[in-house]
């Protein structure tokens, strides 16, 4: 089964850009989507399809995948971005999740 | 306006079966492209993939849970039942359902998510 590897954490200070990355083999030859979770929140969809932006998402938020890492980059990191971020593709008519990173805003 | 919301025990006893049901509204499993999957996050855990069902009756589980579940649709009442049998302690977990459209890779909304404890 496909598998898909997120730091633990991550931290970046207020206003500072914050890179989270999640490792999978050739996983640029797939769609991967990003999903973050506040605590006690259901997920939302921040990016699907490497890079595009659900309506409502702001414009800081932003993917890539190349090769065997995808990347959600926040521009200008909020205190209100603190959340745990999952990544997700589809593989195999399956729906594999990442392992979680959670972001702190310092 | 696109809306789910689980329903079903929060505490089971193990070896029983859990039935957990997806009400939604603001679309139609009948659509073409549309699906209603189940995810589920045990407390301070990763999210976990465990089955789906298609607008035309296709479903897809889980590879390691796929013996013990079963997705089942009711379009008149936009409703989506999920049952896993032979619960255990270590399914205690929060059980989201959540709709996707287009090509279905991704879910764009999600119930609130609803908590069962395997207890005896």
């Known amino acids: 089964s496909y598998e898909l590897t997120q730091p633990l954490s991550v931290s970046v200070a207020l206003g500072q850009t914050a890179r989270i990355t999640c490792g999978g083999n050739?996983?640029?030859?797939?769609?991967v989507h990003w999903y973050q979770q506040k605590p006690g929140q259901a997920p939302v969809l921040v990016i699907y399809?490497?890079?595009n932006r659900p309506s409502g998402i702001p414009e800081r938020f932003s993917g890539s995948n190349s090769g065997n890492t995808a990347t959600l980059t926040i521009s200008r990191a909020q205190a209100g971005d603190e959340a745990d971020y999952y990544c997700?593709?589809?593989?195999?008519?399956?729906?594999?999740f990442g392992g979680g990173t959670k972001l702190t805003v310092l | 306006q696109i809306t789910l919301k689980e329903s079903g025990p929060t505490l089971v006893k193990p070896t029983q079966t859990l039935t957990l049901t997806c009400t939604f509204s603001?679309?139609?499993?009948?659509?073409?492209?549309?699906?209603v999957g189940w995810i589920r996050q045990p407390p301070g855990k990763a999210l976990e993939w465990l089955a789906l069902?298609?607008?035309?009756?296709?479903?897809r589980y889980s590879p390691s849970l796929k013996s013990r579940l079963t997705i089942t649709k009711d379009t008149s009442k936009n409703q989506v039942v999920l049952t896993m049998t032979n619960m255990d302690p270590v399914d205690t977990a929060t059980y989201y359902c959540?709709?996707?459209?287009?090509?279905?890779?991704?879910?764009?909304?999600w119930g609130q998510g609803t908590l069962v404890t395997v207890s005896s």
């Open positions: 399809r490497d890079s």
């Open positions: 603001g679309f139609s499993l009948s659509t073409s492209g549309v699906g």
């Open positions: 069902i298609y607008w035309d009756d296709d479903k």
């Open positions: 997700q593709v589809w593989d195999s008519s399956t729906w594999v």
């Open positions: 959540a709709h996707c459209g287009g090509d279905c890779s991704s879910f764009d909304y």
């Open positions: 050739n996983i640029g030859s797939k769609n």
